[in-house]
């Protein structure tokens, strides 16, 4: 796949009740695909992704608010995709993203059509037991966040693509350390911990499910990528040499997957 031109996106504006959202909405199609996309690099990779959906399919890709109370995150989220006149959906879940996106899937099932998770965690009892005596004794405090989540995947490989590597981490390190982007990155990082012990497993709506998990991770481990018990009917990928940033390295093995939705 070749870089696409990205200079032809514009982020729309929306407010709603009282919370600004940009959004991007690209593409016409029958199917509506919602890209709920990676914290650390934001909507950018998926653009490339709409050369080749954008006939098939309308995209909408959300940049998310700083805002810190994970719920009300998805109402929000939910009431931008009834305003944009949205009813049934494909939702992409990337990283981040894949919290929320199975967050909504359990708060609002009917809306979805199927649900695609890609380098993110599914809910834990041993990671949310612990994320529990952390946060009661004040040790998962907004420094730990950042060194845990922000700083190891600023530093380290990201990709198993060197050239991806060396394009990417100065991007990050200018864009992660803007005090706004930085205060996002600490409210959805209280997200994941509530995530991981407020998350709790219902029946599941009967929709598709797929799941593309980076086997060298080193931001979600892939010891609490296992999603069996929460989606034990998902269509698993594994992919042995990826990273977290799978959209960046993976693209065709993700693109196959979006397209069968389609």
């Known amino acids: 796949m070749n870089t696409y031109n990205l200079a032809k996106f514009r982020a729309k ?27 650390l690099v934001f909507p950018s990779p998926w653009f490339e992704y709409a050369k080749f959906l954008e006939t098939k399919s309308r995209i909408i890709i959300p940049v998310y608010p700083p805002i810190s109370d994970y719920g009300l995150m998805v109402e929000m989220l939910h009431l931008l995709l009834i305003k944009l006149g949205v009813k049934k959906f494909v939702m992409v879940g990337n990283s981040v993203g894949g919290i929320f996106a199975q967050i909504y899937q359990s708060r609002f099932p009917k809306d979805l059509e199927g649900l695609i ?9 041993f990671f949310g037991f612990l994320a529990t005596i952390l946060y009661s004794l004040g040790k ?10 922000v700083y190891v995947g600023t530093y380290f490989s990201l990709t198993s693509n060197k050239k991806l590597n060396n394009f990417w981490l100065p991007l990050l390190k200018d864009h992660i350390f803007q005090k706004q982007t930085k205060k996002s990155i600490l409210a959805l990082g209280f997200c994941i911990i509530s995530f991981c012990f407020g998350f709790k497993n219902k029946n599941m ?10 086997k060298k991770d080193i931001v979600f481990h892939p010891f609490f990528q296992n999603s069996s018990k929460s989606y034990p009917k998902a269509k698993n990928y594994d992919i042995p040499d990826a990273r977290h940033l799978l959209e960046l390295s993976s693209k065709d093995t993700i693109l196959q997957i979006i397209q069968n939705y389609l």
């Open 117 to 125: 998770l890609i380098a993110t965690i599914a809910p834990n009892k």
């Open 205 to 214: 709506y009967e929709i598709p499910v797929s799941i593309i998990n980076a």
């Open 13 to 39: 504006k929306m407010k709603i009740k009282g919370i600004n959202w940009n959004y991007y909405d690209l593409g016409r199609g029958e199917k509506t695909i919602v890209i709920l996309p990676n914290i």
């Open 140 to 149: 998962f405090a907004p420094d730990i966040m950042i060194e845990g989540f």
